[in-house]
Protein backbone atom coordinates (compact mmCIF):
# COMPACT_ATOMS: atom_id res chain seq x y z
CA UNK A 1 0.00 0.00 0.00
CA UNK A 2 2.28 2.41 0.64
CA UNK A 3 5.11 1.94 -1.98
CA UNK A 4 1.46 2.20 -4.29
CA UNK A 5 0.56 5.48 -2.31
CA UNK A 6 3.81 6.80 -3.45
CA UNK A 7 3.85 6.50 -7.01
CA UNK A 8 0.49 7.80 -7.04
CA UNK A 9 1.97 11.30 -5.14
CA UNK A 10 4.72 11.25 -7.86
CA UNK A 11 2.65 11.02 -10.59
CA UNK A 12 -0.71 13.12 -10.28
CA UNK A 13 0.54 16.09 -8.93
CA UNK A 14 3.16 16.21 -11.22
CA UNK A 15 0.58 15.65 -14.47
CA UNK A 16 -2.10 17.81 -13.00
CA UNK A 17 1.11 20.57 -13.10
CA UNK A 18 1.86 19.79 -16.30
CA UNK A 19 -2.32 19.71 -17.91
CA UNK A 20 -2.68 23.36 -16.47
CA UNK A 21 0.75 24.89 -17.27
CA UNK A 22 0.11 23.67 -20.79
CA UNK A 23 -3.69 25.09 -20.65
CA UNK A 24 -2.86 28.10 -19.50
CA UNK A 25 0.25 27.95 -22.27
CA UNK A 26 -2.22 27.55 -24.91
CA UNK A 27 -5.02 30.10 -23.75
CA UNK A 28 -2.79 33.20 -23.79
CA UNK A 29 -3.15 32.46 -27.37
CA UNK A 30 -6.45 30.37 -27.87
CA UNK A 31 -9.15 32.45 -25.86
CA UNK A 32 -10.87 35.10 -27.85
CA UNK A 33 -10.36 39.33 -26.94
CA UNK A 34 -11.07 40.38 -23.60
CA UNK A 35 -13.95 42.24 -25.08
CA UNK A 36 -15.84 39.03 -26.31
CA UNK A 37 -15.19 37.23 -23.19
CA UNK A 38 -16.76 39.40 -21.08
CA UNK A 39 -19.17 41.01 -23.29
CA UNK A 40 -22.20 41.20 -21.11
CA UNK A 41 -25.47 38.81 -21.89
CA UNK A 42 -28.33 37.21 -19.67
CA UNK A 43 -27.10 33.91 -20.29
CA UNK A 44 -25.78 33.35 -16.84
CA UNK A 45 -29.08 31.85 -14.94
CA UNK A 46 -29.01 28.90 -17.42
CA UNK A 47 -25.00 28.22 -17.52
CA UNK A 48 -25.70 28.24 -13.59
CA UNK A 49 -28.13 25.78 -14.10
CA UNK A 50 -26.20 23.24 -16.10
CA UNK A 51 -23.30 24.04 -14.21
CA UNK A 52 -25.00 23.08 -11.27
CA UNK A 53 -26.37 20.05 -12.74
CA UNK A 54 -22.92 18.87 -14.04
CA UNK A 55 -20.94 19.32 -11.05
CA UNK A 56 -22.84 19.12 -8.25
CA UNK A 57 -25.65 16.43 -9.81
CA UNK A 58 -23.81 14.23 -11.54
CA UNK A 59 -21.10 14.20 -8.90
CA UNK A 60 -23.33 12.18 -6.20
CA UNK A 61 -25.49 10.68 -8.95
CA UNK A 62 -22.34 8.67 -9.03
CA UNK A 63 -21.78 7.97 -5.52
CA UNK A 64 -23.23 4.52 -5.42
CA UNK A 65 -20.49 2.62 -4.14
CA UNK A 66 -20.38 1.85 -0.39
CA UNK A 67 -16.34 2.50 -0.27
CA UNK A 68 -15.94 4.79 -2.80
CA UNK A 69 -18.05 7.73 -2.36
CA UNK A 70 -14.87 10.48 -1.45
CA UNK A 71 -13.35 9.33 -5.18
CA UNK A 72 -16.84 9.27 -6.90
CA UNK A 73 -17.37 12.99 -6.07
CA UNK A 74 -13.93 14.32 -5.59
CA UNK A 75 -12.81 13.02 -9.08
CA UNK A 76 -15.26 14.10 -11.09
CA UNK A 77 -15.31 17.70 -9.94
CA UNK A 78 -12.10 17.06 -10.80
CA UNK A 79 -12.24 15.64 -14.52
CA UNK A 80 -14.91 18.76 -14.82
CA UNK A 81 -12.59 21.50 -13.91
CA UNK A 82 -9.23 20.15 -16.13
CA UNK A 83 -11.84 19.07 -18.80
CA UNK A 84 -13.50 22.52 -18.95
CA UNK A 85 -10.61 24.19 -20.04
CA UNK A 86 -9.28 22.03 -22.22
CA UNK A 87 -12.84 21.87 -24.01
CA UNK A 88 -12.33 25.40 -24.04
CA UNK A 89 -9.40 25.16 -26.14
CA UNK A 90 -10.50 22.15 -28.47
CA UNK A 91 -13.09 24.48 -29.33
CA UNK A 92 -11.21 27.61 -30.07
CA UNK A 93 -8.86 25.75 -31.88
CA UNK A 94 -11.34 24.14 -34.22
CA UNK A 95 -12.80 27.83 -34.72
CA UNK A 96 -9.25 29.00 -36.06
CA UNK A 97 -9.29 25.81 -38.52
CA UNK A 98 -12.59 27.51 -39.58
CA UNK A 99 -14.59 24.20 -39.25
CA UNK A 100 -17.18 25.92 -36.44
CA UNK A 101 -18.53 29.21 -35.66
CA UNK A 102 -16.93 31.43 -32.75
CA UNK A 103 -19.32 31.57 -29.81
CA UNK A 104 -18.14 33.90 -27.11
CA UNK A 105 -18.62 34.65 -23.58
CA UNK A 106 -20.76 32.24 -21.52
CA UNK A 107 -22.23 30.48 -24.55
CA UNK A 108 -18.40 28.93 -25.23
CA UNK A 109 -18.37 28.21 -21.50
CA UNK A 110 -21.49 26.00 -21.70
CA UNK A 111 -20.94 24.39 -24.47
CA UNK A 112 -17.58 23.63 -22.89
CA UNK A 113 -19.80 22.11 -19.66
CA UNK A 114 -22.36 20.24 -21.81
CA UNK A 115 -19.72 18.19 -23.82
CA UNK A 116 -17.90 17.34 -20.38
CA UNK A 117 -21.24 15.22 -19.79
CA UNK A 118 -20.01 12.91 -21.91
CA UNK A 119 -16.76 12.05 -19.66
CA UNK A 120 -18.79 12.01 -16.32
CA UNK A 121 -21.09 9.52 -18.31
CA UNK A 122 -18.27 7.26 -19.55
CA UNK A 123 -16.37 7.62 -15.58
CA UNK A 124 -19.99 5.90 -14.48
CA UNK A 125 -18.71 2.72 -16.68
CA UNK A 126 -15.11 2.62 -15.56
CA UNK A 127 -15.59 3.82 -12.09
CA UNK A 128 -14.03 2.25 -9.06
CA UNK A 129 -11.23 0.82 -11.42
CA UNK A 130 -9.14 3.34 -13.24
CA UNK A 131 -7.07 5.57 -11.13
CA UNK A 132 -6.86 9.60 -10.92
CA UNK A 133 -4.31 9.56 -13.92
CA UNK A 134 -6.25 7.38 -16.11
CA UNK A 135 -9.01 9.36 -15.50
CA UNK A 136 -7.20 12.78 -16.58
CA UNK A 137 -5.86 10.57 -19.62
CA UNK A 138 -9.33 9.44 -21.01
CA UNK A 139 -10.96 12.94 -19.50
CA UNK A 140 -8.42 14.87 -22.21
CA UNK A 141 -8.72 11.68 -25.25
CA UNK A 142 -12.84 11.75 -25.10
CA UNK A 143 -13.08 15.40 -25.32
CA UNK A 144 -10.70 15.47 -28.26
CA UNK A 145 -12.85 12.67 -30.17
CA UNK A 146 -16.08 14.12 -29.21
CA UNK A 147 -15.48 17.42 -30.41
CA UNK A 148 -14.32 15.56 -33.91
CA UNK A 149 -17.36 13.47 -34.07
CA UNK A 150 -19.38 16.66 -34.01
CA UNK A 151 -17.50 18.23 -36.41
CA UNK A 152 -17.99 15.42 -38.54
CA UNK A 153 -21.61 15.92 -37.85
CA UNK A 154 -22.20 18.94 -38.85
CA UNK A 155 -19.87 19.41 -41.61
CA UNK A 156 -20.84 16.09 -44.00
CA UNK A 157 -24.25 15.66 -41.93
CA UNK A 158 -25.56 19.47 -41.56
CA UNK A 159 -26.63 18.37 -37.91
CA UNK A 160 -27.40 21.45 -36.03
CA UNK A 161 -24.93 22.78 -33.71
CA UNK A 162 -27.02 22.21 -30.50
CA UNK A 163 -28.24 18.75 -31.34
CA UNK A 164 -24.66 17.48 -32.30
CA UNK A 165 -24.08 18.82 -29.07
CA UNK A 166 -26.58 16.48 -27.59
CA UNK A 167 -24.96 13.65 -29.09
CA UNK A 168 -23.04 13.45 -25.50
CA UNK A 169 -25.49 10.42 -23.77
CA UNK A 170 -24.67 7.93 -26.94
CA UNK A 171 -21.30 9.25 -27.53
CA UNK A 172 -20.31 9.17 -23.36
CA UNK A 173 -22.49 5.71 -22.63
CA UNK A 174 -20.76 3.64 -25.53
CA UNK A 175 -17.11 5.57 -25.15
CA UNK A 176 -17.30 4.52 -21.39
CA UNK A 177 -18.48 0.65 -22.27
CA UNK A 178 -15.64 0.07 -25.08
CA UNK A 179 -13.13 1.72 -22.17
CA UNK A 180 -14.48 -0.57 -19.48
CA UNK A 181 -14.53 -3.78 -21.11
CA UNK A 182 -10.68 -3.14 -21.60
CA UNK A 183 -10.46 -3.48 -17.71
CA UNK A 184 -9.32 -6.79 -15.88
CA UNK A 185 -12.88 -8.10 -14.07
CA UNK A 186 -12.79 -7.69 -10.49
CA UNK A 187 -12.74 -11.32 -8.71
CA UNK A 188 -15.86 -13.28 -8.22
CA UNK A 189 -15.30 -12.66 -4.02
CA UNK A 190 -15.21 -8.88 -3.81
CA UNK A 191 -18.00 -7.26 -2.22
CA UNK A 192 -16.68 -3.66 -2.57
CA UNK A 193 -18.44 -2.81 -5.61
CA UNK A 194 -21.96 -2.83 -3.90
CA UNK A 195 -23.86 -0.18 -2.32
CA UNK A 196 -25.35 0.89 1.00
CA UNK A 197 -28.64 2.36 2.48
CA UNK A 198 -26.67 5.78 2.86
CA UNK A 199 -24.71 5.63 -0.69
CA UNK A 200 -27.85 4.77 -2.64
CA UNK A 201 -29.25 7.93 -0.91
CA UNK A 202 -26.62 10.36 -1.78
CA UNK A 203 -26.61 8.83 -5.59
CA UNK A 204 -30.70 9.71 -5.38
CA UNK A 205 -29.51 12.94 -4.04
CA UNK A 206 -27.63 13.69 -7.14
CA UNK A 207 -30.79 12.09 -9.57
CA UNK A 208 -32.63 14.58 -8.27
CA UNK A 209 -31.15 17.79 -8.71
CA UNK A 210 -30.06 16.31 -12.00
CA UNK A 211 -33.61 15.92 -12.90
CA UNK A 212 -34.79 19.37 -11.71
CA UNK A 213 -32.38 20.78 -13.83
CA UNK A 214 -32.85 18.75 -17.03
CA UNK A 215 -34.85 21.02 -18.80
CA UNK A 216 -32.38 23.78 -18.73
CA UNK A 217 -29.57 21.09 -19.56
CA UNK A 218 -31.52 20.31 -23.30
CA UNK A 219 -32.62 24.20 -24.04
CA UNK A 220 -29.50 25.78 -23.20
CA UNK A 221 -28.55 26.16 -27.06
CA UNK A 222 -31.56 26.02 -28.51
CA UNK A 223 -33.87 28.75 -30.32
CA UNK A 224 -37.12 27.58 -29.18
CA UNK A 225 -36.24 27.34 -25.10
CA UNK A 226 -40.76 27.22 -24.08
CA UNK A 227 -40.78 24.09 -25.98
CA UNK A 228 -37.64 22.56 -25.34
CA UNK A 229 -38.38 23.45 -21.61
CA UNK A 230 -41.87 22.12 -21.06
CA UNK A 231 -41.46 18.73 -23.01
CA UNK A 232 -38.39 17.96 -21.19
CA UNK A 233 -40.15 18.19 -18.06
CA UNK A 234 -43.58 16.36 -18.96
CA UNK A 235 -41.20 13.79 -20.14
CA UNK A 236 -39.57 13.44 -17.24
CA UNK A 237 -42.71 13.70 -15.32
CA UNK A 238 -44.31 10.93 -16.93
CA UNK A 239 -40.96 9.10 -16.41
CA UNK A 240 -40.81 9.35 -13.07
CA UNK A 241 -44.10 8.22 -12.24
CA UNK A 242 -43.60 5.42 -14.71
CA UNK A 243 -40.45 4.22 -12.64
CA UNK A 244 -41.90 3.94 -9.46
CA UNK A 245 -44.73 1.96 -11.29
CA UNK A 246 -42.51 -0.84 -13.20
CA UNK A 247 -40.31 -0.70 -10.34
CA UNK A 248 -42.86 -2.29 -7.70
CA UNK A 249 -44.27 -4.51 -10.85
CA UNK A 250 -40.97 -6.04 -11.95
CA UNK A 251 -39.86 -6.53 -8.54
CA UNK A 252 -40.34 -9.94 -6.33
CA UNK A 253 -41.67 -8.64 -3.18
CA UNK A 254 -43.83 -5.73 -4.99
CA UNK A 255 -41.42 -2.88 -3.24
CA UNK A 256 -39.93 -0.29 -5.12
CA UNK A 257 -35.90 -0.72 -5.71
CA UNK A 258 -34.03 2.70 -5.32
CA UNK A 259 -31.77 1.54 -8.60
CA UNK A 260 -34.63 1.95 -10.38
CA UNK A 261 -35.64 4.43 -9.64
CA UNK A 262 -32.13 6.02 -9.45
CA UNK A 263 -31.56 4.96 -13.13
CA UNK A 264 -34.89 5.63 -14.72
CA UNK A 265 -36.70 8.65 -13.55
CA UNK A 266 -33.62 10.55 -16.04
CA UNK A 267 -34.78 8.12 -18.78
CA UNK A 268 -36.85 11.08 -20.45
CA UNK A 269 -34.78 13.44 -20.58
CA UNK A 270 -32.05 11.50 -22.35
CA UNK A 271 -35.07 10.38 -24.97
CA UNK A 272 -35.93 13.78 -25.65
CA UNK A 273 -32.87 15.09 -25.99
CA UNK A 274 -32.83 15.27 -29.73
CA UNK A 275 -36.50 16.52 -30.27
CA UNK A 276 -37.45 18.25 -27.68
CA UNK A 277 -37.55 21.86 -29.38
CA UNK A 278 -39.20 20.11 -32.22
CA UNK A 279 -42.47 18.29 -30.47
CA UNK A 280 -45.41 20.63 -31.05
CA UNK A 281 -47.79 18.22 -28.86
CA UNK A 282 -47.57 17.27 -25.24
CA UNK A 283 -48.40 13.99 -25.45
CA UNK A 284 -45.53 13.06 -27.90
CA UNK A 285 -42.86 14.05 -25.15
CA UNK A 286 -44.63 11.96 -22.53
CA UNK A 287 -45.17 8.81 -24.41
CA UNK A 288 -41.24 9.63 -25.34
CA UNK A 289 -40.53 9.72 -21.52
CA UNK A 290 -43.41 6.92 -20.71
CA UNK A 291 -41.00 4.71 -23.12
CA UNK A 292 -37.43 5.65 -22.05
CA UNK A 293 -37.98 4.33 -18.80
CA UNK A 294 -39.73 1.27 -19.72
CA UNK A 295 -36.48 0.67 -21.83
CA UNK A 296 -34.49 1.63 -19.01
CA UNK A 297 -36.51 -1.16 -16.15
CA UNK A 298 -36.70 -3.83 -18.31
CA UNK A 299 -33.55 -3.13 -20.30
CA UNK A 300 -31.74 -3.28 -17.16
CA UNK A 301 -33.27 -6.87 -16.43
CA UNK A 302 -31.73 -7.98 -19.68
CA UNK A 303 -28.40 -6.93 -19.76
CA UNK A 304 -27.61 -7.66 -16.17
CA UNK A 305 -29.02 -11.66 -16.73
CA UNK A 306 -27.81 -11.94 -20.16
CA UNK A 307 -26.08 -9.58 -22.35
CA UNK A 308 -23.43 -7.98 -19.68
CA UNK A 309 -22.21 -11.70 -18.22
CA UNK A 310 -21.98 -12.78 -22.68
CA UNK A 311 -19.89 -9.48 -23.50
CA UNK A 312 -18.56 -9.42 -20.75
CA UNK A 313 -19.29 -5.76 -20.10
CA UNK A 314 -18.78 -4.01 -16.84
CA UNK A 315 -20.54 -0.86 -16.05
CA UNK A 316 -20.26 0.08 -12.77
CA UNK A 317 -22.85 2.75 -12.33
CA UNK A 318 -25.16 1.18 -15.12
CA UNK A 319 -24.87 4.13 -17.64
CA UNK A 320 -25.48 1.78 -20.50
CA UNK A 321 -29.33 1.56 -19.68
CA UNK A 322 -29.69 4.75 -17.52
CA UNK A 323 -28.13 7.04 -20.78
CA UNK A 324 -27.05 4.59 -23.55
CA UNK A 325 -30.59 3.09 -24.07
CA UNK A 326 -32.75 5.64 -23.70
CA UNK A 327 -30.28 7.42 -26.43
CA UNK A 328 -30.88 4.96 -28.87
CA UNK A 329 -34.48 5.22 -28.19
CA UNK A 330 -34.25 9.22 -28.64
CA UNK A 331 -32.59 8.89 -32.00
CA UNK A 332 -34.89 6.34 -33.55
CA UNK A 333 -37.44 8.76 -32.38
CA UNK A 334 -36.10 11.96 -33.69
CA UNK A 335 -35.76 10.16 -37.35
CA UNK A 336 -40.13 8.86 -37.05
CA UNK A 337 -40.60 12.72 -36.41
CA UNK A 338 -38.23 13.65 -39.24
CA UNK A 339 -40.28 11.37 -41.10
CA UNK A 340 -43.46 12.27 -40.30
CA UNK A 341 -42.76 16.14 -40.54
CA UNK A 342 -41.19 15.58 -43.91
CA UNK A 343 -43.87 13.17 -45.22
CA UNK A 344 -46.67 16.52 -44.35
CA UNK A 345 -43.89 18.93 -45.76
CA UNK A 346 -43.73 17.38 -48.88
CA UNK A 347 -47.24 15.57 -49.15
CA UNK A 348 -45.12 12.45 -50.46
CA UNK A 349 -44.26 13.70 -53.30
CA UNK A 350 -40.65 13.76 -53.33
CA UNK A 351 -39.28 10.58 -51.28
CA UNK A 352 -35.85 11.67 -52.07
CA UNK A 353 -35.72 15.11 -50.11
CA UNK A 354 -37.74 12.54 -47.38
CA UNK A 355 -35.25 9.79 -48.00
CA UNK A 356 -32.54 12.34 -46.75
CA UNK A 357 -33.55 13.54 -43.92
CA UNK A 358 -33.67 9.79 -42.69
CA UNK A 359 -30.15 9.13 -43.95
CA UNK A 360 -28.87 12.25 -41.60
CA UNK A 361 -30.26 11.11 -38.75
CA UNK A 362 -29.72 7.44 -39.27
CA UNK A 363 -25.76 8.80 -40.23
CA UNK A 364 -25.62 10.85 -37.28
CA UNK A 365 -26.61 8.37 -34.82
CA UNK A 366 -24.62 5.70 -36.48
CA UNK A 367 -21.19 7.89 -36.69
CA UNK A 368 -21.46 8.72 -33.47
CA UNK A 369 -22.00 5.64 -31.53
CA UNK A 370 -19.23 3.96 -33.97
CA UNK A 371 -17.13 6.55 -33.54
CA UNK A 372 -17.52 5.98 -29.79
CA UNK A 373 -16.86 2.61 -29.73
CA UNK A 374 -13.88 2.32 -31.98
CA UNK A 375 -12.23 5.23 -29.70
CA UNK A 376 -13.30 4.06 -26.64
CA UNK A 377 -11.59 0.90 -27.22
CA UNK A 378 -8.30 2.31 -28.19
CA UNK A 379 -8.69 4.58 -25.06
CA UNK A 380 -8.66 1.47 -23.12
CA UNK A 381 -5.69 0.01 -24.64
CA UNK A 382 -3.91 3.37 -23.89
CA UNK A 383 -5.03 3.25 -20.62
CA UNK A 384 -3.53 -0.04 -19.47
CA UNK A 385 -0.25 0.51 -20.33
CA UNK A 386 2.28 0.08 -17.23
CA UNK A 387 3.30 3.98 -17.38
CA UNK A 388 -0.45 4.97 -16.04
CA UNK A 389 -0.08 2.08 -13.43
CA UNK A 390 -3.43 0.19 -13.72
CA UNK A 391 -4.62 -0.46 -9.90
CA UNK A 392 -4.28 -4.50 -9.52
CA UNK A 393 -8.07 -5.86 -9.18
CA UNK A 394 -8.25 -6.54 -5.46
CA UNK A 395 -8.09 -2.56 -4.98
CA UNK A 396 -11.01 -1.84 -7.23
CA UNK A 397 -13.67 0.21 -5.55
CA UNK A 398 -11.55 1.22 -2.51
CA UNK A 399 -11.28 5.39 -1.65
CA UNK A 400 -8.48 4.11 0.72
CA UNK A 401 -6.08 3.75 -2.36
CA UNK A 402 -6.23 7.50 -2.64
CA UNK A 403 -7.60 9.34 0.42
CA UNK A 404 -6.79 9.46 4.16
CA UNK A 405 -9.26 7.81 5.54
CA UNK A 406 -8.05 4.46 7.49
CA UNK A 407 -11.78 3.78 8.74
CA UNK A 408 -13.08 2.98 5.28
CA UNK A 409 -11.29 -0.18 5.69
CA UNK A 410 -13.89 -1.13 7.85
CA UNK A 411 -16.97 0.36 5.70
CA UNK A 412 -18.51 3.28 4.67
Given amino acids: MPARYLSFRCSVPWLLLLLQTLLLSCSFFGFPAAEDIYSPDNFHPEFQDVNHMVIFGFGFFLMV ?88 NRTFLQVPDHLSLMHVHLFGAYFGLAVSSRFPEPPPGLDKNRSTPRSELFSMLGTVFVWVLWPSFNSILTFSKREAVLNTYLALAVSAVTAFMLSALTSKDGKFRMTHIRSAVLAGGVTVSYTAQRIWHPWVAMILGLLGTVITILGSH ?31 AAVVLNVVEGGIDIQWNDLSSLGYLVFVDLGAFCQTISTALITGLITGLILNIKLLKAVHVSKYFDDQLYWEFPHLSVGF
Fill in 65 to 152: LRRFGFSSTAFTFLLIVLGVQCSVLVENFLVFLGVQENEVGLRSLAVAVVSMTAVIISTGAVLGRANPVQLIVMTLVEIIFFYISRCI
Fill in 302 to 332: CLQRCLNPALKLQDTSGVHFTFGLPAVLGAV
